[in-house]
């Protein structure tokens, strides 16, 4: 059990606007196209995130071309042509989030995880090895980019240092957008 | 310092649930299902509360934020408060423990 002064940090979470299956290859185009989607009308705007998480490469969206496709600019360590056909994908809002609570008491160690081929993980581990791992997972930068964990370890200080009753602290603005936290 | 969330669960009176702990709260159950009707506590030592309540609707985050709420507000009681007094957005039909 490890006990101290239990603090927070919000953390703006990015909200998900749509998700599918790609229905025609776009390899090398730089697009998605989903046949059953309709991105039109708002849906999906300029600047959110889509995730290609079956081959694990991220893009934000240049434009909507039209109802069932988006152009869009790679991004990250590893970056993709365009997602080819069959690829699952999640698009996340680039202005539109929530705050989610993520306690910074307990925290052992925060990691860029380092399998990720894209640069787009922060692992946080708490109360040594038999506590929970948390995921950040973050739009992809470039390799050896290591904000959004310095991000998060300042956010860690700066949300102890605060004196009782401050219990969360919403003073971290990332560097990068945040697009989901889960347990690992 | 101890602190517990003082639910009102339906036919069950009040049950208390421990935040002391809570490293993070979560839409859906302990594996992430039923997102609508389960809002789930994690705490650092890899233990989950799992609270049952009444439908929130399809991708609201709205009791997973009203659990959040609370947890700050109870921490921010003195140390002589230890049961908050929390009422649920969503009627709690269920709580139970991993």
Redesign the interface.
């Known amino acids: 059990m490890y006990s101290s002064m239990q603090k927070y940090v919000e953390v703006p979470v990015q909200s998900t606007v749509a998700s599918g299956t790609t229905t025609v290859d776009e390899t090398g185009n730089l697009e998605l196209q989903d046949g059953s989607a309709t991105f039109t009308g708002g849906v999906v705007n300029v600047g959110d995130v889509v995730h290609d998480t079956s081959d694990d490469r991220m893009y934000t969206v240049a434009s909507v071309v039209d109802a069932n496709t988006l152009s869009l600019v790679a991004i990250g360590a590893a970056v993709g042509t365009g997602v080819g056909t069959g690829k699952n994908y999640i698009i996340y809002s680039g202005s539109v989030s929530n705050k989610q609570l993520l306690a910074t008491d307990g925290v052992v160690i925060v990691e860029n995880a380092a399998a990720d081929p894209i640069n787009s993980e922060v692992n946080i581990q708490y109360c040594g090895s038999s506590g929970i791992s948390i995921k950040i997972t973050h739009a992809a930068v470039a390799a050896g980019n290591e904000a959004v964990r310095d991000g998060f370890e300042q956010a860690v200080n700066d949300s102890l240092i605060q004196p009782w009753p401050h219990v969360n602290y919403d003073g971290w603005l990332p560097s990068s957008l945040i697009l989901n936290i889960a347990l690992i | 310092?101890e602190k517990f969330l003082n639910i009102p669960v339906t036919n069950e009176q009040k049950q208390i649930v421990s935040?002391?702990?809570?490293?993070?709260?979560?839409v859906g159950d302990a594996s992430?299902s039923n997102p609508t009707t389960t809002t789930t506590l994690?705490?650092?030592?890899?233990k989950k509360v799992t609270l049952t309540h009444a439908a929130v609707s399809a991708?609201s985050?709205a009791m997973?934020?009203d659990v959040?709420d609370a947890?700050?507000a109870a921490?921010?009681?003195g140390w002589t408060a230890v049961l908050y007094d929390y009422i649920p957005s969503s009627a709690v039909s269920g709580i139970s423990i991993a």
Do not use: N, P, W
Not at chain 2, 19 to 26: F, G, N, Q, R
Not at chain 2, 42 to 46: A, D, L, N, R, T
């Open positions: 310092m935040i002391l702990d809570v490293k993070i709260v979560e992430g994690f705490y650092g030592s890899g991708g985050e997973r934020d959040q947890i700050i921490l921010a009681t």
